[in-house]
């Protein structure tokens, strides 16, 4: 395409041949855009070249020395501000005690031996120069998981003219957490993140943190872990006479992947253990059918202790949890075996009043043994009463008996059907009373423990 060219008020426009008709109004138009573009880039520029620039940095580090505090009195103590960004957790590894955080701390401060007129250097109000070519504060994680620096020699550091410089670290660090584990896995997490100045006693440098705790705004957030954004809090103290800046902030688990993969399969496994008690002893399948439940609340155990940091205190109550089921696994075993023996037993073994009085009991009958028990001996009282001979008392005997049951041939095998039955009834309010009142007891009572450092 064929373009021609127009000048206008200094501004160069192209516009194609065909579209040469231009009114007034796109004239004046141009005009002003020109005019404009061309004020924003000679503000923006203000004349400064490479040699300016250059020339500067020579001034200002020709008697520099990066090693020494950056005060004209070095006596004196250098107060920085500390603003930290938190834009990632990738990682919370509870067994071993360690968080793995994304964070970018910006630290502010007055070098008091780099500042300069920018009448002087061309209107220059500001310069950036590598961090090892000046002083920057050696800022190190006082609780990591191992030492850590925040600095590198590479990254810039931004001076005005005014001698007030910023200098912005960080990176993917590790540092330890106490975790308490007791209501694991609705577990609720305080944590903190301690920083000091490597090197520097309080009264040479101090910290201190203006306006917002902790940046936010580009946090990801984690899949396991939800990071209260408001908790993050601040505090000023010391350690090994040095100054510290201690983060606190709170996180809870989110619980519905444990839920789903260990709680639900622990209640559905143990509600098997009460169905042992309904398979017939001549499938002779009873005892490895309760040996297998056993075996598998075994091993959710074993899957949980992994999942566990192993100083053990205090013993979570989930762990409490699947020890019981386990005991009432075993509990179960115990009983299916000594059953079968009653089961199995021939009827040359005389049968006691005890095993009776379960199968009554099972069946029902038990209220109406008692009752008639009563009515019998309210009989015996009356006749006793109104039989008198000669002043001697004469006992009417009934020959026949009033209980039926008494005399009524029960065999082991229902003693045996009789003591299942109990069993499992038994067994369905032990697995299951006690499995809802722990996991609304651990969901409920969770809360935010506070550890000293």
Known sequence: ???????????????????????????????????????????????????????????????YNADMLPLDDQSGSLNINLTMVVFKMPEVD??????????????????????????????TMGISIKSEDVWTPPLTVSNPVTF??????????????????????????????????KFWPFDKQSCSLELFP????????????????????????????????????????SIFGMSRVVYSFKMARLSSFYILTVIVPINGIGALTCLVFLLPSESGERVSYAITIMLSLAVFLTITAQELPKDGEPIP?????????????????LFVILNLKIYFRTEKVPMAKFYKSIVRFSKGKWRRRKVQDETRDREKS????????????????????????????????????????????????????????????????SDYVTTES
């Open 94 to 123: 509870h067994v071993r005690g360690a968080i793995t955080m994304g964070i970018m701390v910006t630290q502010e401060w007055y070098d008091e031996r780099l500042t300069w007129t920018p009448a002087d250097h061309n209107g």
């Open 317 to 333: 109550i989930i762990c409490l949890y699947i020890l019981f089921n386990l005991v009432v696994c075993i509990a179960g075993l």
């Open 198 to 237: 490597y090197g520097y006693p309080m009264n040479r440098v101090t910290f201190s943190v203006p306006g917002t705790v902790v940046d936010t705004g580009i946090y990801t957030e984690n899949g396991e872990w939800f990071l209260d954004e408001d908790s993050f809090e601040y505090e000023i103290n």
């Open 1 to 63: 395409m064929l373009f021609e060219i127009f000048n206008i008020s200094e501004v160069t426009v192209f516009l194609p041949i065909k579209e040469r008709r231009i009114n007034n109004k796109n004239i004046k138009m141009f005009t002003l855009v020109g005019i404009f573009m061309f004020g924003i880039t000679v503000g923006t520029i203000q004349c400064q070249t490479y040699e300016n620039v250059l020339n500067l940095r020579t001034t200002l580090l020709t008697s």
């Open 148 to 181: 850590t620096m925040l600095d590198t020699s590479w990254m810039q550091v931004m001076i005005m003219a005014d001698g007030k410089t910023s200098y912005t670290v960080g990176g993917i660090i590790e540092f330890s957490c106490s975790f308490y584990m």
């Open 382 to 445: 009356v006749a006793k009463s109104k039989t008198r001979i000669n002043s001697r008392t004469v006992f009417v005997s009934n020959s026949e008996d009033p209980d039926p049951n008494l005399h009524e041939n029960i065999e082991w095998k229902e003693v045996s059907e009789a003591i299942d039955k109990l069993l499992f009834y038994g067994m369905v309010v032990a697995t299951y009373i006690p499995s809802i009142i722990i996991l609304i007891y651990t969901a409920a009572a």
